[in-house]
Every structure is written in structure tokens, then in C-alpha cells.
């Protein structure tokens, strides 16, 4: 991340219906996850760089983050200022059927940090796409999470290392991997 | 996977770079992924079903992959036929410039069978992307392969709990998991 050059905070699917942790898999790891996001959001917000908020609208009506349901509701702690940017997306990346690589580029922005849910699927695609596309891209290990996944064969993995295999994945290849007290002091440091 | 439709066989960056391991992370999972991409491609031509060859080119001149070393050759086992569609790319993702898109939609192609190297890097993100765009995307469990990787805080992760949790990852979200053998039976069950 380069902070002389306002890069954007792209806030990915910070919806209600992840608050179903049986849903998804169980086990959520990194519980404190939404307070770091507050904390960047806030962080962002005072500096006044682009947040960009993208939420997840299933095209499953049976899906929790279906338009039709609460679930596809912001939380509280991630709902977008009137003027700030809404992407809606109905695929895992957040480039997909949405003009987020054209608004981006509108703003000469070319920097981006990725926080939100969940790290293995939305979050991971999203920043394997942003660095493809060029974009200097870093994934915030404590502003993101997941749950526990159940695999082809039916072997049972873990929340955590869910998390921390697809940190690693994207590390060094796709992403600086950072935590959000290192962001928020790279952001601070730099007079606006 | 469904045979009927002539899926496509996307083979990912089998490229004689790869041979060197310890450059990649050591450790290599899956050391008979080459035979079992050999049969696949061979179960495709006597289909005469189509083949797209994607064939890393890094932007890097000391990276093994450039076009100025041997690694950048194709392996013997995957060399394309002079019919056969090869596709340069730059980036993990074998849909980011190139035309592989186009020429699927172009055939009428909406199913693609992704084999090849890395199981984490190229092979899940092009299979990502393939599913976010709209393809019924199969990977083949046994065609794919990975080596050891150190992650952001220095946890060295083996070849195999990277391989096993990035098609975890990829399981039930972006695709199918299944093995050569299924693949291939699959195939042969489905008359010309």
C-alpha cells in the first residue's frame, strides 16, 4: 500500500446474513473482525480517501444474501455514508458484472486495501483480480474472516486455517498481507 | 462437467519451469499430475473435443517463466498439436489478456475442464474466474500440483495442505472437484 497515493478501502460483503455462523460453515474465526473494519473505515474516513462498499445480492432467492431477506442488509458497522460508493455484485469478485476497474481508474486510483468477508471465497477473489488487473493490492489478516469449510471428499477443515492457508495463497504473489494497526499506522504517518 | 456440451480442456502453464522445484517452494505434490493431464488431453483429441493451451508468459526477465528461457517451453507431455488454441498470458489468471473468453463464447462453450500448475495460483484463478464468468468449471484433483509455501509471518505451509485446502476452497462455490479416472469415464460414456 502506498498511502501517498489515497489508496481505496474496498469494504466486501459486511452483510447481516453472515451473523448466521451455521449457515456458512460454523466456527467463524477472527471474531473481532468488524471492529478492525470500523477502525479502517474511520480511519479512511478521516483522511476522506475512497471507500468503496460492495455487497453481495444472491441471485438465489433461497440465499440469506438474497435482496429479499435482512441478511443482504449492511451491519451497522459497515453501513456506507450517503455519498460513498455501493457496488452490488452477484458473483465472488467484486470486478464482475460490476464497473468498480472503471471507477477505479476514474480516480487514478491504483492502490487498493481489501477487508470484509469471507477471506477464502469473495475476499481471496476479489485481490487475486485487483492484482491481475494491476492494482497494488493489500488484504487486511485481521479486518477479514471465514468459517469452517467441508471439502470434495468430505475431510473437515477448519475456520482458521481456512484463513491462513488463503493468506498465504495470496501472499507474495496477489497481495501484501498486513493487520490493521500497520495500515492504520501507514495511513496515519502520511500528512493528508 | 457435462459431456454432452464438448466441455473444453483449459491446460494451465505446464511449462518445463516448473522442473525446477526448489526455485517454486520445494516439495511438489502430486509428482504423476503430467501423466494424468497425458491421458486427459489424449482422452480430449480422440474426442476431438476442444483444447486451449495457456502458456505463462512472465513480464520478468529473471523469472523462468519469460519467454527468454527454456522454462517458458511447453513440457513434452502438454505440447499443443498446430490446431490446438495457446494462450499467452502474463497474470495468474488465464482470462485477464487474453481472448479465452471470447473464443469459448465464440464456440458455444460453457463448460471447462481446468488441469495444470499451480493448483493455488494460476489453476484457482483462472478457475474463479471461469465460475464468476458464467462457466460450469471442473478441476481435476489429480492434474494439478503445488509446492511448499512460507506465508506473510513466516508459517511454512507443505505442498499438499496447500493443494487440499485450495480446492477446499474452490469446492461447492466455483467448482467441481473430481479426479482424472471420473473425468475420462465420464467422457467415453458420452458417444461422439
Known amino acids: 500500500m502506498n498511502p501517498s497515493q489515497q489508496p481505496a478501502l474496498l469494504v466486501i460483503d459486511v452483510q447481516k446474513a453472515f451473523d448466521n455462523e451455521a449457515y456458512w460453515g460454523g466456527n467463524r474465526n477472527n471474531p473481532h473482525a468488524e471492529e478492525s473494519i470500523a477502525q479502517l473505515i474511520a480511519a479512511w474516513r478521516a483522511k476522506e480517501y475512497p471507500i468503496f462498499h460492495v455487497q453481495h445480492c444472491s441471485v438465489h432467492p433461497t440465499s440469506p444474501l438474497h435482496s429479499s431477506h435482512e441478511g443482504n442488509a449492511f451491519k451497522p458497522v459497515a453501513t456506507p455514508l450517503p455519498h460513498e460508493p455501493v457496488l452490488q455484485k452477484s458473483v465472488n469478485s467484486a470486478f464482475i458484472g460490476t464497473n468498480l476497474q472503471q471507477q477505479l481508474e476514474a480516480k487514478d486510483i491504483s492502490s487498493v486495501v481489501i477487508v470484509g468477508l469471507i477471506t477464502n ?10 492484482a491481475n488487473l494491476g492494482f497494488q493490492t493489500t488484504v487486511v489478516s485481521d479486518a477479514t474472516a471465514t468459517f469452517d469449510r467441508v471439502s470434495y ?3 473437515r477443515f477448519s475456520a482458521e486455517e481456512i484463513h491462513e ?5 495470496l501472499h507474495d504473489e496477489f497481495a501484501t498481507i498486513a493487520n490493521t494497526a500497520s495500515v492504520i499506522a501507514l495511513l496515519e504517518g502520511q500528512g493528508k
Not at 475476499?123 to 483480480?129: D, E, G, L, P
Not at 492457508?165 to 495463497?169: D, E, G, K, P, T
Open 121 to 130: 471465497h469473495c475476499v481471496s477473489t476479489t485481490a487475486r483480480m485487483s
Open 153 to 155: 471428499d468430505g475431510r
Open 165 to 169: 492457508v488463503s493468506l498465504a495463497n
